[in-house]
């Protein structure tokens, strides 16, 4: 299969001459079409398998026509400006990720899908790509509109140029099904007999889902940092014994000026966690308090919560994100730097990274402790908060790892002056944040 390109390209050189034309002094007889018809084909279909192996859209034939020189030429062009277009693309994306963003995580994301870009535009000659090309009469070259010359922020960068990334890709996909179907690539360096070559179109569909996936993954990072900007210090609270001692207790850590509240509650039926989350929200409304609902989206819809938050062992992201919508944030608990990626992946908008320390609130077997939150800070952007036996005397330890946003239960809401301990920890995280 490795010369199939010059072998095509011979082949039509030869099949689209003129009539009585022949391609050289010496062809020889023609062809008896008997002998056609007894030769083995080259490539036979398993036994047992024919036609109706392959499902064709309906009114199409079951043999693609083959492309004239002129044809393939404009092909080439297309695939030359599209890969060009696609490469470029995400280097600038790369370069948002790397330098505005400053996530190592996604940076290699987009760096390994730029490398599998290369390698599937590697199976089309470059050779050929470069003698197609023809950028000073190309009739494109001079026509721009007036966004094209502005861009609003950084932000303007990155979406101009991921949808730059996946219109290439798209039409490298569709005009890579014509190379596919007069075989004008090489095989992949991996392919076997055993295993068969992916036809390049295939490669280049999955490449763009890839595409789909990161620009979501930046996206919602991007935003959650906005969102979540101010948002260092983070309590867990349960349903108390009543209304009143519930009311008592949250509201005077939303006076305390806690940044995020979390309605956690095991015991509670779900009539009276209704009751309660719905008694936060009024209490939060009138504040900077975000409020969160543990585990329930349907909870979390019905008492207009900022959001909710799953475990691994709980609801999907995406099955979250389909009761809570779109605007709703979403955070996962993590429990190893694979954890922490995947919901990175999977449009999380923020982590709980732990358990850090033994907790009287919450039991586990096992602790990853500060070094999961030495890595996470190390590679991952999106906010994270520290979770687990955090207290004000551990708190500096929590800090030096990077990770600047904790979420704390007992410390808080058992301490004999909630509101006053939480305003100590407030000052302790705002020391931290002013330090250069």
């Known amino acids: 299969m490795k010369h199939r390109f010059r072998q095509k390209m011979a082949e039509t050189a030869e099949t689209s001459l003129p009539p009585g034309e022949s391609a050289g002094a010496d062809r020889g007889p023609e062809a008896d079409p008997r002998e056609a018809e007894q030769r083995p ?3 036979p279909l398993p036994e047992g398998e024919g036609n109706s192996a392959v499902s064709l ?7 693609p026509a083959s492309l004239q020189v002129g044809e393939r030429i404009g092909v080439l062009r297309v695939v030359d400006a599209a890969a060009n277009r696609a490469r470029e693309g995400l280097r600038a994306v790369e370069d948002y990720v790397r330098f505005v963003l400053d996530d190592r995580h996604l940076t290699g994301q987009c760096k390994q899908l730029r490398h599998d870009l290369a390698a599937a535009l590697g199976r089309v000659s470059t050779e050929h790509r470069l003698a197609a090309r023809e950028t000073l009469a190309d009739v494109g070259t001079r026509l721009a509109t007036p966004s094209e010359g502005r861009r609003e922020g950084t932000a303007g960068v990155l979406t101009a140029n991921f949808t730059r990334v996946q219109e290439a890709l798209r039409s490298l996909e569709e005009f890579g099904k014509l190379l596919d179907a007069n075989e004008l690539w090489e095989a992949s360096p991996t392919a076997t007999d055993a295993s068969p070559t992916v036809t390049l179109a295939a490669e280049l569909k999955q490449l763009r889902y890839r595409a789909y996936t990161l620009h979501r993954a930046v996206e919602i990072t991007r935003t959650s940092l906005l969102r979540l900007d101010q948002a260092q210090l983070y309590v867990l ?6 209304p009143e001692d519930f009311e008592r207790l949250a509201g005077s850590l939303v006076g305390a000026g806690m940044h995020v509240i ?10 009276r966690l209704l009751e309660r989350a719905r008694l936060l929200r009024e209490l939060t409304s009138r504040s900077n308090t975000l409020f969160i609902m543990n585990d329930r989206p349907d909870l979390a819809v019905l008492s ?6 799953v475990g ?4 999907t992201v995406k099955d979250a994100r389909t009761i809570v919508g779109p605007e709703a944030l979403i955070g996962v608990s993590t429990h190893t730097i694979e954890q922490a990626r995947q919901a990175v992946l999977d449009g999380a908008n923020y982590l709980g990274v732990g358990p850090v320390f033994p907790s009287g609130t919450k039991h586990f077997d096992e602790f990853p402790g500060v070094e999961l939150l030495r890595a996470v800070a190390t590679e991952i952007r999106l906010p994270a908060f520290a979770i687990g036996g955090i207290t004000r005397e551990n708190l500096p330890e929590v800090l030096s790892t990077g990770i600047a946003r904790v979420a704390v239960a007992g410390a808080i809401t058992l301490a004999s002056e909630p509101s006053a301990e939480a305003q100590r920890f407030l000052a302790t995280l705002g020391e ?3 330090r250069p």
Do not use: I
């Open 41 to 43: 084909h080259p490539n």
């Open 57 to 63: 859209p309906e009114g199409e034939g079951t043999s």
């Open 237 to 242: 609270l349960d349903g108390r014994s009543s």
């Open 262 to 271: 979390q309605l956690r509650d095991k015991q509670l039926d779900d009539r």
């Open 304 to 309: 207009r919560a900022d959001g909710v938050h």
């Open 312 to 315: 691994q062992g709980e609801l």
């Open 432 to 434: 931290e944040a002013r």
